[in-house]
């Protein structure tokens, strides 16, 4: 017997995501957006979020509303974790909503007790001991060897929508007519240890501008303060808080949730990662042409070489 969101797809229904994961795990929930839109074409889709993540979750495909709370059990990078006061007051404004659906995103068992206060019909997530007693559609839980996208599509199946192999996507804004196009460089990450020196980063920045292409490093304030002043920068290399690197030539960094968002974007990646157990889990899921460099983290001579290499290779096939 198909379900009843299956039998009425023909009417408004209303779907509400719920992520309340970091900056890259936010990311591949949109992955989740386009085969969405096309099995439920009238239904209106709403995410629910950190309060740092709302930037990127308003990106997301078809999104009609994204509510934002930091959840007292968890902290953002560079916050304490959220007020319980807070959370409860956006929790009833949305449980006012009123979904005919809610996919909780998240592994952890506290974001299934969250939906199940939303009282939908049904809510659907990754089981463990504890996630079951709230979810009405438990999945087997995530499998860490797979790209995590996939994963997350395993939600779509009690949703009558086949399995699919999706990629993160973000909307991408048209850059202006005098918008140039740049080389963007985001050398941190919320956990140190996925960083090379900063270092490394400077040189192949002081080598593309030294080649007269423009360079941008990103970051947020405190981490952009570890960099000299700009008075020690070649005038074509700027410091930037940038999010959205929309008309990027290339972005370069680490595992983090800003290269996460680039791919989503469609912008060329150039990624250094550290842990190859965990790398086809978390590797860069947007539609990209994405170059990954491998480290034991032990030998960084040759990121420099290969960063640049594959700069020369991008730039002149876009000649």
């Known amino acids: 017997m198909l379900h009843k969101l299956e039998r009425g797809k023909t009417q408004k229904k209303r779907f509400l995501l719920v992520c309340f994961d ?6 591949f929930c949109s992955a989740l957006m386009d085969p969405l839109k096309k099995q439920y074409p009238n239904a209106e889709f709403d995410l629910w979020c950190k309060q740092y993540t709302k930037k990127v979750g308003l990106r997301f495909p078809f999104m009609n509303e994204v509510f934002s709370s930091d959840p007292p059990w968890d902290k953002s990078p560079g916050r304490a974790s959220g007020s319980w006061l807070k959370f409860v007051k956006e929790l009833i404004k949305v449980r006012a909503s009123s979904y005919d659906a809610v996919l909780v995103c998240s592994p952890h068992w506290k974001s299934s007790v969250v939906s199940w206060f939303l009282k939908s019909s049904m809510r659907i997530g990754f089981n463990s001991k504890r996630a079951k007693y709230f979810l009405t559609h438990p999945n087997a839980p995530i499998d860490r060897s ?14 009558n929508i086949p399995y699919c192999d999706n990629a ?17 460089i985001h050398p941190f990450a919320g956990n140190p240890k996925r960083c090379v020196p900063l270092d490394l980063w400077l040189e192949i920045a002081s080598q593309l501008a030294k080649g007269g292409l423009k360079v941008k490093i990103v970051g947020s304030p405190s981490e952009l303060s570890l960099i000299g002043q700009e008075e020690d920068l070649p005038s074509n ?3 930037d808080t940038l999010l959205f690197p929309d008309s ?8 983090s949730g800003p290269t996460h968002v680039a791919s989503a974007l469609g912008v060329p990646i150039f990624a250094v990662y550290f842990d190859s157990a965990k790398a086809k889990e978390n590797l860069p899921q947007g539609g990209s042409n ?28 876009n000649h």
């Not at 990027?248 to 595992?255: K, P, R």
């Not at 640049?308 to 096939?317: H, M, Q, V």
């Open 248 to 255: 990027a030539t290339l972005f370069c960094g680490h595992d």
């Open 290 to 317: 994405n170059h990954i460099y491998r480290t034991d983290g032990k030998s960084y001579h040759q990121i420099v070489e290969k960063c640049l290499e594959f700069i020369k290779e991008l730039t002149s096939c």
């Open 146 to 159: 797979k790209p995590i996208c996939s994963e997350l599509s395993r939600l779509l199946t009690p949703l």
């Open 237 to 239: 290399i700027v410091k």
């Open 168 to 184: 993160a996507r973000l909307i991408k804004k048209q850059p202006s007519r005098d918008s140039e196009r740049t080389v963007v």
């Open 22 to 27: 970091n900056l890259g795990d936010l990311v």
